[in-house]
């Protein structure tokens, strides 16, 4: 019988740590968005075709997921943001692979009052 209970409490564990691992970025509404403002030290590709970047002081990483798939170039953005202020709008989100938001999942990237990159509505 306590074989049974403990199967049981065992799979209900793995699901919830399931769960919380690999819940999904949501889209938001871009009013629902955190709003960040800051200058571009690096620009680089990181995970499956990521565009990652790096802020002046910040010590999370900013990226768009598949970003050099969506079209974007590691060789314009550099050109064009590195050392540049933009504003990057991203979710409140939070999962248990990074439970210090050390890697943020950009939303939308401003530059000069000009969308650079967007995935809202």
């Not at 799979?11 to 968005?33: F, H, M, Q, W």
């Not at 969506?70 to 979710?91: D, H, M, W």
Request: contains cysteine; charged residues 20%.
């Amino acid at each position: 019988m306590k074989k049974k209970y403990f199967a049981i409490f065992a799979g209900l564990i793995a699901l919830v740590t399931s769960i919380l691992c690999l819940r999904p970025v949501p889209i938001l509404a871009e009013k629902d968005c955190l709003v960040l403002k800051g200058t571009v030290s690096e620009i680089y590709e990181g995970g499956v075709k990521d565009v990652v970047f790096k802020l002046r002081g910040q010590n999370q990483s900013f990226y768009i997921n598949r970003g050099l798939q969506r079209g974007l170039t590691l060789t314009e953005l550099q050109a064009n943001l590195t050392g540049r202020e933009i504003v990057l709008k991203y979710p409140d989100h939070w999962t248990l692979l990074d439970p210090n938001n050390q890697n943020v999942h950009i939303s939308k990237i401003e530059h000069a009052g000009q969308t650079v990159f967007t995935e809202l509505d």
